[in-house]
């Protein structure tokens, strides 16, 4: 199956299209979208070579349509079997992956005042992406969902207790989706440790 990941950033989008057939995954093509809103670079890779040209992208949406169609001229999408975005916020609520139905994405949206320069241009990549790949089932990890589990007395701010919780005012930690990769990737580097104290920057 070929899978489709989406990175937004406040002003680029990244993408990568997997081969996850078999035992292992397999980087097919990926590039980025720099800049956008503000003289959008379009710059992908695969092996038929390398493209780098300038693209109309005044917002993630259009972004999104530029890469989904620069993998439509490689005869790419074909096969696109599911499609995972990076959404930076998740609040309380993501603990996992979720699917990208109606619920979930007024969820981002609501998370979105706690992250506005990553959530909106996620939500609008994803919009754009069910316009694009309809019959394609879109996942959001949520950067947030690997803190989810903190200890209380580790996601409390030295503030009293009912504000905190009558505000929903909690830590939450960031780039998760980058530390449990380091920490898997640890873990299968080294079976042989069977408890290890990881600092991972």
Known sequence: MRVLTVNCGSSSLKFDLLDATGSGVRRLAG?????????PRLVFSSSEGRIDRDVEAGDHAAAFRQAAGVLAEAGLTPGIGAAGFRVVH????????ALLDDAVLAAIEAAGVLAPLHNRPALAAVRAARA??????????????????????????????????RLGIRRFGFHGLAHRYMVERYQALRPEVDKARLITF
Request: hydrophobic share 45%; proline share 10%.
């Open 31 to 39: 590039g980025i979208v720099e800049r956008v809103g503000h003289s």
């Open 90 to 97: 998740g609040g309380a609520r993501f603990r996992q992956p």
């Open 132 to 165: 694009e790949l309809p019959a394609t089932p879109l996942v959001a990890t949520f950067d947030t969902a690997y803190f989810a589990g903190l200890p209380e007395v580790a996601a409390q701010y030295a503030l009293p207790r009912d504000l905190s919780a």
